[in-house]
């Protein structure tokens, strides 16, 4: 319990440093750019049956069939078309102890930002109703407000498949 | 001259960043000196000649020293070895060096190094090295053991001994290297008990080889020790047997040395096996490798003989062509390892002439083993994925400018040749993950060595086709069922020698193992001229087990199957080696798993064969490619049975829910994918469909497609780890068009249509 909660604060002062940002809908979300492997364009993806429903489905990553989650349906936000500039990103996240790569598919990339520790701030209390445990931090840049996501956690807890 | 100046240039640079704490910087310049000292020995004969030959002789005895830190005061070693670079670079320039220093008493006192008394500690630095250390020892051993089972047809055999000798001669030189006394005193002391026999001082009976094997069996244990610790925190625990291993070599050996004291004369300076490698074939090479130092018995290491003797051997005209410049750095243990085995060899051929000629399978895996590169699994893995995205990459390019080839023929020719080559490094990579199964076959000859010892049997084991090679994985995973099939053979099969007599048959037992390719898969087949299986007995125990109704008719080859289930063994009584009807339940679920099949053939009184086939890779299958609406899914060829459409009047429905299709008169349920994967299908109506028949062992059902696409071979590839494993569905596939397909799982298919 002591050790999990030194690591939240080793995390907490940690959390400077460089962001990739994305959007889903209105809302800005940023990603640990060392968690990102690389983007790609969306491609077609291969339905699996018998999994969540925001698992999409399995991609060709250059001869690696990798998993791809749709993070508008991971949380609970309305379906949305595919354009131009809705692409994937692949993420590297640790779970089991082991690493994998995983796809979310997001509505459009937006930079890279650099964001200093002290402007960002712990997730607001939102009562039961929003659970925050896998949001990393609140970045502030200038006006707006970027959802830092801890990706292990948003994706790592997938008990993927129904059995 | 200039050859002799460049050589030391380049020795000299070699010092510079030379470091007593660094092994692969000492080892360069061993190599250095290696290469200057041969050098020398081509010069003209003269006194300069001379005095480099021996200037490069001390510099590297001096360096092996330095490396197996027996010299008491390092930095005097060093400066004892700058000097005698000097002074050869003062030869090379055609000056007269000036009179060297006197040499320092650099030599450890032996009793430091007392064999086996201490726990070994490994060191953080050689822990990289630790890993190759635990798996080429684990490769030398398993040889070892093969060729101690040739010696029991063949005791005399002089290049089956050399053979044996040689592993543990090389697990004595790296053990050395890294510090393991321990394992480094057991190497020694069956190496001294060897090469008694190698000496034709001692023959190897049955007691003999026992007592080899035994030590091969604690070696072996100790060096799963040594992986152990070195994924630990490096600390060897002492093994207690090993005293005691040790005591009985050497009382074997003292005690044949005894009994022949006639020709004990070399075996007195067999505790430096330099002086035991030398003094065999030539008086020249003798000379010089005797002013070695001559180590304690426990030979800290034995990277110096190692790295010597092809030098030493060197100059005796016949193997002069056996030296190897070693210029690269971390040289000194490879070397140990390449150099070694042609240093013994050489030594044998001279000795017995006749051995040469006989071309034994020992000589020829040696000479195989040092043109060969060991790769880590893991990338070879990463290189066969890479040409199979080339391979798919090439598709689609050649796919795209399908069109534009009638207009350009010159990318008509150069697609066409890209696409060849694209091939031949498929099939090249496909064949670098191929072994052959002769390490699973030497296992075996070991296994029915000691079982038929121990069930009193007398057995002989034939092995034909052990270069048959198979996917690396396969071997792995084919290993166990061997050995059930093998035990079973030997407890179940084979009667014991009265019985075989009173049967009229030769009394020795046999027991055939064979590997051979048959269309487009290996088969391996066990075959003993036992007793047979008893349909009648099987068929009663399998009723009484209630395996089998008491009115259910079976074939020849449904009861032969009997024996596989778990539960049933048709031994009156449990044995040591099997009767509790496990084994052979393991044999199927492991064959099922690398989708293979067995087929058994018996004859009661004549004996069992049982063939295992196997695909050639587990990475490949042949998959039929299907349609239901626009997904595409892949069936395993291997689970197809035939593809039908079916007419209205072989349809029929249960209790209006469940389907069934009439197929060869065979009732046959119809599984609906769309709705078992959930999606839209072009066709719901049967008739307007194709149903592809598939069949799991017994089980069999119609899986209703809406086309069939082809039949393609496919590279099994996991679906996203994150994922996981989901039931119905074993794998995903990239097809041509760089798309991914699900492979089905129809067992699982069928598993869970059965419960909807």
Redesign the interface.
């Known amino acids: 319990m002591s050790d999990s909660a030194t690591l939240d604060r080793v995390v907490k002062t940690t959390r400077g440093g460089k962001y990739l940002t994305f959007a889903l809908g209105k809302e800005e979300y940023g990603l640990e750019i060392l968690k990102v492997r690389e983007i790609i364009g969306f491609m077609e993806i291969t339905a699996v049956p018998r999994t969540p429903a925001c698992v999409k489905g399995v991609i060709n990553l250059r001869g690696q069939v990798i998993s791809v989650v749709d993070l508008r349906s991971k949380f609970d936000m309305e379906e949305a078309a595919r354009t131009e500039q809705t692409c994937i990103i692949v993420v590297e996240i640790a779970a089991g102890g082991r690493k994998l790569n995983t796809g979310i598919v997001v509505d459009h990339v937006s930079e890279v930002l650099n964001i200093a520790a002290e402007n960002i701030e712990d997730a607001p209390e939102f009562g039961t109703s929003v659970c925050t445990d896998f949001i990393l931090g609140m970045g502030k840049i200038g006006q707006s407000v970027k959802i830092l996501l801890d990706i292990d956690r948003v994706l790592g807890n997938e008990d993927a498949a129904i059995n | 001259m200039e050859q002799l100046t460049q050589l030391t240039e380049q020795l000299a640079a070699a010092m510079v960043l030379m470091d007593a704490e660094d092994l692969p910087s000492l080892a360069g310049v061993h190599g250095q000196l290696q290469v200057l000292g041969q050098a020398g020995r081509q010069m003209v004969a003269g006194p300069s000649a001379q005095a480099v030959c021996r200037l490069a002789q001390t510099g590297e005895k001096l360096v092996e020293q330095i490396i197996l830190r027996e010299v008491e005061d390092t930095a005097a070693a060093m400066e004892q070895l700058a000097q005698s670079v000097r002074q050869l670079q003062m030869l090379a320039c055609g000056r007269d060096p000036e009179p060297l220093a006197a040499p320092v008493v650099l030599q450890k006192s032996a009793a430091s190094a007392a064999p086996g008394s201490a726990e070994d500690k490994l060191k953080c630095e050689d822990l990289p090295l630790v890993g190759e250390f635990v798996s080429e020892a684990r490769d030398h051993l398993e040889k070892a053991e093969a060729c101690i089972l040739q010696l029991e047809d063949d005791p005399e055999n002089v290049e089956t001994i050399g053979g044996i000798f040689r592993a543990f001669h090389t697990i004595k030189g790296v053990a050395g290297f890294l510090n393991l006394r321990q394992i480094g005193a057991l190497a020694h002391g069956a190496e001294s008990l060897l090469d008694l026999a190698r000496k034709k001082q001692l023959t190897l009976d049955a007691p003999a080889v026992d007592l080899v094997l035994a030590a091969v069996d604690l070696m072996k244990t100790m060096v799963d020790a040594v992986r152990a610790a070195a994924q630990g925190d490096g600390q060897i625990d002492k093994e207690p047997r090993l005293a005691g291993m040790l005591d009985r070599l050497r009382a074997f050996a003292d005690a044949s040395r005894q009994s022949q004291p006639a020709a004990s004369g070399p075996a007195d300076t067999q505790d430096a096996p330099i002086a035991r490698a030398a003094a065999a074939p030539t008086p020249p090479a003798a000379a010089p490798s005797a002013a070695l130092p001559t180590q304690d018995s426990t030979n800290a290491s034995d990277l110096a003989p190692a790295g010597a003797t092809p030098q030493d051997i060197a100059q005796s005209p016949t193997a002069a062509q056996s030296s190897t410049p070693a210029s690269e750095p971390a040289s000194a243990c490879s070397n140990a390892a390449a150099n070694e085995p042609a240093a013994p060899s050489a030594g044998n051929t001279t000795n017995v002439p006749a051995s040469a000629s006989t071309n034994s399978p020992a000589s020829a895996s040696a000479s195989a083993s040092e043109n060969s590169v060991k790769v880590s699994t893991e990338r070879l893995d990463n290189l066969i994925?890479?040409v199979?995205?080339m391979v798919?990459a090439q598709a689609m390019v050649s796919q795209d400018t399908a069109g534009l080839g009638g207009s350009n023929p010159r990318l008509a020719r150069n697609l066409s040749h890209l696409g060849k080559i694209t091939r031949q490094l498929q099939e090249l990579s496909m064949s670098m993950r191929m072994v052959p199964i002769q390490g699973v076959f030497h296992k075996m000859s070991r296994l029915v060595r000691d079982l038929s010892r121990k069930a009193d049997k007398r057995i002989e084991l034939t092995i034909t086709g052990g270069e048959t090679e198979l996917d690396r994985n396969v071997v792995e995973a084919i290993n166990d069922p061997l050995v059930h099939m093998i035990r079973n053979s030997l407890d179940h099969g084979i009667e014991t020698p009265e019985q075989r007599a009173s049967a009229g048959k030769d009394p020795v037992g046999q027991v055939a193992l064979k590997a051979y390719h048959q269309a487009g898969s290996i088969v391996i087949e066990i075959a003993d001229d036992g007793r047979g299986l008893d349909q009648e007995k099987i068929l009663a125990k399998a009723r009484a087990a209630g395996i089998v109704g008491p009115d259910e008719q079976l074939c020849e080859q449904e009861i032969f199957k009997l024996i596989f289930h778990a539960g049933l063994s048709t031994a009156e009584k449990v044995t040591d080696i099997s009767g509790r009807g496990v084994g052979m339940d393991v044999v199927k679920r492991n064959v099922d798993a690398l989708r293979g099949r067995i087929d058994i053939s018996s004859k009661v009184g004549t004996g069992t064969t049982i063939c295992v086939r196997l695909p050639l890779t587990l990475a490949v299958i042949d998959g039929l490619v299907v349609r239901i609406g626009g997904?595409r899914y892949i069936v395993p060829l291997t689970s197809v049975e035939q593809s039908i459409q079916p007419k209205a009047q072989q349809l029929s429905t249960v209790q209006n829910r469940g389907q069934m299709c009439m197929v060869r008169d065979r009732l046959l349920p119809l599984f609906r994918l769309y709705e078992?994967?959930?999606?839209q299908p072009q066709h719901t109506d049967p008739t307007q469909c194709l149903v592809v028949i598939a069949q799991d062992n017994e089980r069999r059902c119609c899986l209703m497609v809406d086309e069939l696409l082809g039949q393609q071979q496919v590279v099994i590839?996991?679906?996203?780890?994150?994922?996981?494993?989901?039931?119905?569905?074993s794998g995903?596939a990239?097809l041509g068009d760089?798309?991914?397909?699900?492979i089905l799982d129809v067992p699982g298919l069928i598993d869970l249509a059965s419960k909807q």
């Open positions: 994925n890479t199979g995205e798919i997904h078992i994967f959930k999606v590839k996991a679906l996203g780890e994150g994922i996981g494993s989901i039931k119905g569905i995903g990239i760089g798309n991914v397909s699900l």
